[in-house]
């Protein structure tokens, strides 16, 4: 036996770890625009557009509603998400449970009522929704991009939470009802908490979906302006530097979130 | 006498007293009450547009003289001969772009699910952490990535990359923006996460035994993976070819981002007609070519994967 040549232990060596190679090129590739984004909302810009590196500056951090209308977008993009949440998660639970516990006729109309809006392209939905409205005279803004928020949200919490649902053990309620538990507190004491991860990832679902919604706030906005639709107007007018200041800070807030939420529940775990 | 366990089941007893009868009914009644509210919803806004969208696209008119049913079918003639090139681009595209979804995306999904051990927690945040920031502040971000003077350009330029993929049409002029890669490469990255969830969750359920007993069994790892890791996560290719490909097919954000007038697809067309050209029967036409088409290719595939019950 001869000592393996360097170049074939390189190869030898690459291709055992050739799963994790790509697979840590792909997470580069999900991460690369994130850094940019990042990176870049420390630019200072010659033009209007903050496409091209120029020089170091935190202007724009200690000035994040330095461009008129841009957080006037970003209070109606959560306000909206928050009440789109609100109403996608009450309707889509009710619904969830529905389906999850009881028999009843139309079963598979309204499964397929569900499923549809998650297989459409969303600017179908957005036309047709858009032009309900026209026909009934509707004015657009805030109200029309809420009910059309509340639509598209409702199938995935029914999603979450039903699949939450379905793996619950009856058992448990029906030990609750042995132990004399009314109905209601039945509810409140044993269904509820059980079902809570999946109406929680629900709701955040639906806040996530409604706060970066582009396309169907496209056509059913009129004149009101959103946080996306002031990016994607910005791309035509010129990009302020304050959007990569809030696109880097939603991201760090939102890991933050996760992080605190995984060693909470690592702890509770481990308790 | 009426059991107690008379009013649990849906069907009292004959002889049960009224009164039982009359709870065992509102019972009965208690998951339409559910239903209601969030079904009325998406009938109101989801089914009845699209009635509304059907019978527009057969109307003629203008926005000054008002619109008219007149069962113009020749709207969606007159549609698809004049906008089959941005059909077959938006259909080409998606492809394109579910097929590198699927290339970037089952190693990762694989080395989440199979080999990450520890790390897969970190892995999965770090997939998911993008999405916290705004998609089009991250498809804004390609038009850095992949400017003319910029890193990846002139990588690709002294390699002579670029060379080859003008020469193939993909890219023009050797710059990448506004080129059919540039729209492309923001779909892929705009879908992937749309591909690697559903791919996870079917690798991680497949159990480790299986793999080990092929290795017994003297199967080398590509054939492992040909022959048992592979057609076990089909359930998840299937599901995450389909998240891909419907939204990537009816996207215009990177055609419009990224790309330019050659880079036009359908939903760009819609996009116009609808909210600039104020054209509502065509727009409303193409949608239902759109909607159709896309209904068509996704029931052949679902026959062809052999799947019908999974999704």
């Not at chain 1, 996608?88 to 397929?112: D, K, N």
């Not at chain 2, 952490?129 to 705004?134: I, R």
């Not at chain 2, 029967?281 to 239902?288: E, N, Q, V």
């Amino acid at each position: 036996m001869t000592a393996p040549s360097g170049l074939s232990r390189v190869t030898r060596w690459l291709r055992r770890n050739l799963v994790v190679i790509a697979g840590l090129t792909t997470l580069g590739y999900l991460m690369l625009p994130n850094v940019i984004v990042t990176v870049f909302s420390f630019n200072k810009p010659n033009g209007r557009f903050n496409y091209e590196w120029q020089r170091f500056s935190t202007d724009a951090w200690t000035d994040p509603c330095g461009v008129a209308d841009l957080c006037g977008s970003l209070s109606l993009s959560l306000q909206i998400a928050v009440w789109a949440t609100l109403g996608s998660t009450v309707l889509g639970t009710m619904i969830a449970f529905a389906l999850a516990r009881y028999r009843f006729r139309a079963r598979s109309s309204v499964s397929t009522l569900l499923f549809l809006p998650m297989a459409m392209p969303e600017v179908v939905m957005a036309a047709s929704l858009a032009t309900l409205f026209l026909n009934m005279g509707v004015t657009f803004g805030f109200w029309t991009i809420l009910i059309a928020h509340i639509m598209f949200c409702l199938s995935f919490v029914v999603t979450a939470v039903k699949a939450r649902v379905m793996s619950m053990d009856p058992r448990l309620e029906q030990a609750a009802q042995d132990l004399y538990a009314t109905p209601l507190q039945t509810f409140l004491r044993v269904t509820l908490p059980i079902a809570a991860p999946g109406i929680a990832a629900g709701a955040l679902l639906s806040f996530a979906l409604s706060f970066d919604d582009f396309i169907i706030t496209n056509f059913n906005a009129g004149s009101t302006v959103t946080f996306p639709m002031f990016v994607w107007g910005s791309a035509q007018r010129g990009t302020p530097v304050q959007i990569n200041v809030i696109g880097t800070a939603m991201f760090v807030i939102a890991v933050l979130c996760v992080l605190v939420g995984q060693l909470a529940g690592g702890r509770r775990k481990r308790s | 006498m009426a059991s107690p366990q008379a009013t649990a089941t849906d069907r009292p007893a004959p002889e049960a007293p009224p009164a039982l009868r009359a709870a065992a009914r509102r019972k009965k009644l208690v998951p339409y009450w559910l239903l209601l509210p969030g079904i009325l919803w998406l009938l109101v806004f989801f089914a009845a547009p699209l009635v509304y969208q059907a019978s527009t696209s057969v109307q003629t008119g203008s926005l000054e003289e008002g619109f008219e049913v007149t069962w113009h079918f020749a709207t969606y003639w007159d549609a698809a001969t004049e906008y089959y090139p941005q059909f077959l681009r938006s259909v080409g595209y998606a492809a394109t772009a579910t097929a590198g979804c699927l290339a970037l995306g089952y190693p990762l999904a694989y080395l989440i699910a199979l080999k990450a051990g520890r790390w897969r927690n970190l892995l999965m945040i770090l997939v998911i952490a993008p999405f916290f920031t705004s998609f089009l502040i991250r498809t804004l971000a390609w038009k850095t990535i992949l400017s003319d003077g910029g890193p990846v350009v002139s990588a690709l330029n002294s390699l002579h990359v670029l060379g080859l993929t003008d020469a193939l049409g993909i890219t023009e002029g050797h710059r990448v923006l506004a080129t059919p890669l540039a729209v492309v490469c923001g779909l892929t990255y705009n879908f992937l996460p749309f591909m690697i969830l559903p791919l996870y969750t079917s690798l991680e359920r497949i159990d480790p035994r299986l793999l080990e007993a092929a290795g017994d069994l003297y199967a080398k790892p590509i054939t492992t993976f040909r022959k048992v890791t592979f057609p076990l996560s089909m359930p998840g290719v299937v599901a995450g070819t389909l998240l891909t490909f419907i939204p990537a097919t009816g996207d215009y954000i990177n055609a419009e981002l990224l790309g330019s007038t050659d880079q036009k697809m359908i939903g760009n067309v819609i996009q116009s007609q609808f909210l600039r050209v104020l054209d509502y029967p065509t727009a409303a036409a193409l949608s239902f070519i759109l909607m159709a088409a896309i209904l068509a290719m996704v029931t052949l595939y679902i026959r062809k994967s052999g799947t019908e019950d999974l999704v």
